[in-house]
């Protein structure tokens, strides 16, 4: 009924930066915190940061002063900025939400994944 879809991964260069987007659609539907984690091959999925419905955020230590969420509800969209890309943040990046949807329980959604690679 809700669908999560990311987009915005790609191949860069460390040090480049890309911006990762993520749309929720469907109907009847009221989004509450979002999110983004990423899983590199061989590692668990990890979170990356957090936006609440009151746009408090938070972030892994890792990509703090190099990452910003952010949230656009007119447009059901989550963003993730990432700045000075290091070649550890190679992951498949998902986008997570957690969705009150009519006829449903509050749960959490999460998209197909996007994949960022970053090149040393």
């Known amino acids: 009924q809700v669908q999560l879809v990311e987009s915005g991964g790609g191949l860069v260069q460390a040090g480049g930066s890309l911006r990762l987007s993520c749309v929720a659609s469907g109907s009847d539907f009221s989004l509450n915190a979002m999110g983004w984690y990423r899983q590199a091959p061989g590692k668990q999925r990890e979170l990356v940061a957090r936006?609440?419905?009151?746009?408090?955020?938070n972030y892994a230590n890792s990509v703090k002063g190099r990452f910003t969420i952010s949230r656009d509800n007119s447009k059901n969209t989550v963003y993730l900025q990432m700045n000075s890309l290091k070649p550890e943040d190679t992951a498949v990046y998902y986008c997570?939400?957690?969705?009150?949807?009519?006829?449903?329980?509050?749960?959490?959604?999460w998209g197909k994944g996007t994949l960022v690679t970053v090149s040393s």
């Open positions: 936006i609440s419905g009151a746009f408090d955020t």
């Open positions: 997570n939400a957690n969705i009150w949807a009519r006829g449903a329980a509050i749960m959490d959604y």
